[in-house]
């Protein structure tokens, strides 16, 4: 059974601040192979893959050294969680060729958002006004960033629109899931699982890829599981409703990340858009913190 470590605020804001450092590493990586940055584009199927590749590699060696205590697992809601998973990630990736990566990342936190009303049929949860407010606001704010007034809405704000999507009803299995499964057997169990869907969709898209594509997947799937690693911890140190906006610094990694290397800052819409679901991220998270706080 998984032993809750002892609380850490300053180390949870630091380790959550890490892992979003890293995952906007692993969508620059993501468009540098879905460019021709570092070789003939790759297949954002064939990205995903290598993502779960070596995410479960990198998961195994962790496993083997922590040697954590394993319970049976729900096979069923992990592969409905996996298959969600894959598929958000794999959109993610898609899109990170078409789009800014702050744009890409901003449109990826609706997934809270959407998990919430998806949680509405799926879980029977009541939704108040507050809520349906902050949801509102965040998918004005995604709305901003299709930058729908040339009459056609962005393939890749779609792709990220999608993603979100995806990772908001990964949400409402990982809520089944937590509680009941330690952290690390969830981590490996998903990266199995993921890594067999994304081996079974690869196949029709597989081509060689160069000795630096090789090296940027291995890249990419040690940067993810290193990504939840930390993630995993922040949230063992710190209340989930602390941590959370510590993550959205991933906005800031991902605009420098891709001004670095590609050239490519955050315009005024793409600030406009991202603050705009940031609000609207962050009323919805006050108010998950408000629900759950002790009566006293």
Same mark, same amino acid.
Request: overall charge positive.
């Given at each position: 059974?998984?032993? !809750?470590? #002892?609380?850490?605020?300053?180390?949870? @804001? $630091? =380790?959550?601040?890490? /892992? *979003?450092?890293? &995952?906007?590493?692993?969508?620059?990586?993501?468009?540098?192979?879905?460019?021709?940055?570092?070789?003939?584009?790759?297949?954002?199927?064939?990205?995903?893959?290598?993502?779960?590749?070596?995410?479960?590699?990198?998961?195994?060696?962790?496993?083997?050294?922590?040697?954590?205590?394993?319970?049976?697992?729900?096979?069923?809601?992990?592969?409905?969680?996996?298959?969600?998973?894959?598929?958000?990630?794999?959109?993610?990736?898609?899109?990170?060729?078409?789009?800014?990566?702050?744009?890409?990342?901003?449109?990826?936190?609706?997934?809270?958002?959407?998990?919430?009303?998806?949680?509405?049929?799926?879980?029977?949860?009541?939704?108040?006004?507050?809520?349906?407010?902050?949801?509102?606001?965040?998918?004005?704010?995604?709305?901003?960033?299709?930058? !729908?007034? #040339?009459?056609?809405?962005?393939?890749? @704000? $779609? =792709?990220?629109?999608? /993603? *979100?999507?995806? &990772?908001?009803?990964?949400?409402?299995?990982?809520?089944?899931?937590?509680?009941?499964?330690?952290?690390?057997?969830?981590?490996?169990?998903?990266?199995?699982?993921?890594?067999?869907?994304?081996?079974?969709?690869?196949?029709?898209?597989?081509?060689?890829?160069?000795?630096?594509?090789?090296?940027?997947?291995?890249?990419?799937?040690?940067?993810?599981?290193?990504?939840?690693?930390?993630?995993?911890?922040?949230?063992?140190?710190?209340?989930?409703?602390?941590?959370?906006?510590?993550?959205?610094?991933?906005?800031?990694?991902?605009?420098?990340?891709?001004?670095?290397?590609?050239?490519?800052?955050?315009?005024?819409?793409?600030?406009?858009?991202?603050?705009?679901?940031?609000?609207?991220?962050?009323?919805?998270?006050?108010?998950?913190?408000?629900?759950?706080?002790?009566?006293?």
């Amino acid at each position: 059974m998984f032993v !809750p470590r #002892a609380s850490n605020p300053g180390l949870a @804001a $630091l =380790l959550t601040v890490l /892992a *979003a450092a890293l &995952l906007a590493g692993t969508t620059l990586l993501a468009k540098m192979l879905g460019t021709d940055t570092i070789g003939p584009a790759l297949n954002p199927l064939q990205i995903s893959h290598g993502r779960f590749l070596f995410a479960l590699l990198a998961v195994s060696v962790m496993v083997g050294l922590v040697r954590p205590r394993f319970t049976r697992p729900d096979l069923r809601t992990h592969a409905k969680r996996s298959g969600l998973g894959w598929g958000g990630v794999t959109l993610m990736f898609a899109a990170a060729a078409y789009i800014p990566l702050s744009d890409a990342t901003a449109i990826s936190f609706l997934n809270p958002v959407l998990g919430m009303i998806l949680a509405i049929p799926l879980l029977g949860e009541r939704v108040g006004p507050v809520r349906w407010a902050a949801a509102g606001i965040a998918l004005t704010g995604a709305a901003i960033l299709m930058r !729908p007034g #040339a009459g056609v809405v962005e393939t890749g @704000a $779609l =792709l990220a629109f999608g /993603a *979100a999507l995806c &990772l908001g009803a990964e949400l409402i299995f990982i809520k089944r899931l937590s509680g009941r499964e330690s952290p690390w057997q969830i981590l490996l169990v998903n990266n199995a699982i993921g890594l067999g869907i994304a081996t079974l969709a690869v196949i029709w898209v597989w081509a060689a890829p160069t000795p630096a594509q090789w090296a940027a997947l291995a890249a990419l799937g040690c940067l993810m599981a290193l990504a939840q690693t930390a993630f995993i911890n922040a949230i063992a140190r710190g209340d989930a409703s602390y941590v959370a906006p510590f993550f959205y610094t991933a906005l800031i990694f991902a605009g420098l990340y891709d001004g670095l290397v590609f050239g490519i800052w955050p315009d005024i819409t793409s600030i406009t858009g991202a603050a705009v679901i940031l609000c609207g991220a962050g009323l919805l998270l006050w108010r998950e913190g408000r629900r759950r706080a002790p009566v006293t």
